[in-house]
């Protein structure tokens, strides 16, 4: 049986691997903007990327393993930034492709919270951590949804 800092560790190592992955996802979401009036847009990505960068630093005391160290990704993630850089290729870097790629990562980012919070063994401490954590990204996500009807009504 695992003890409660065990199950800490694995189950947030996944939060913070996740997290990594959204700073690597909407770094390269900013890098593929060329058109200046999508400076909203960077803005949007700045933000989103430095949320993750405040939860991993909040998830690093509860994590002792050798990929929080190493600010490793996980492999989803890994395929996720590469399909959102084919598909935003493939859709001629338009906005609205974008914040779908953007809100994809958004949708697993909650997938992975969720399950978290799913597993027994978290102490009330990172359970709390966690929960707090999956709704300011709840937020997040739900802008880059609203962003992108925008898109879509226009």
């Not at 800490?8 to 996944?14: A, G, Q, T």
């Not at 990704?73 to 779908?100: C, H, I, P, Q």
Request: negative net charge; charged residues 30%.
């Amino acid at each position: 049986m695992k003890t409660t800092n065990e199950a800490n560790s694995e189950v947030l190592n996944d939060l913070l691997l996740i997290n990594n992955d959204r700073i690597q996802g909407y770094q390269k979401a900013k890098d593929q903007l060329t058109d200046p009036k999508d400076s909203d847009l960077a803005m949007t990505f700045d933000e989103m990327a430095a949320q993750s960068r405040k939860n991993v630093t909040e998830l690093q005391p509860y994590v002792h393993t050798d990929a929080a160290a190493n600010n490793e990704t996980t492999n989803a993630g890994k395929l996720y930034r590469t399909w959102m850089g084919v598909k935003a290729t493939f859709a001629g870097d338009d906005r609205k492709s974008m914040l779908e790629a953007c809100e994809y990562g958004e949708d697993k980012a909650q997938d992975a919270y969720r399950n978290a919070l799913a597993e027994d063994g978290l102490s009330s401490e990172a359970r709390e951590l966690v929960t707090k954590q999956k709704q300011e990204l709840k937020s997040s996500h739900d802008r880059i949804r609203n962003m992108r009807d925008q898109q879509r009504a226009a």
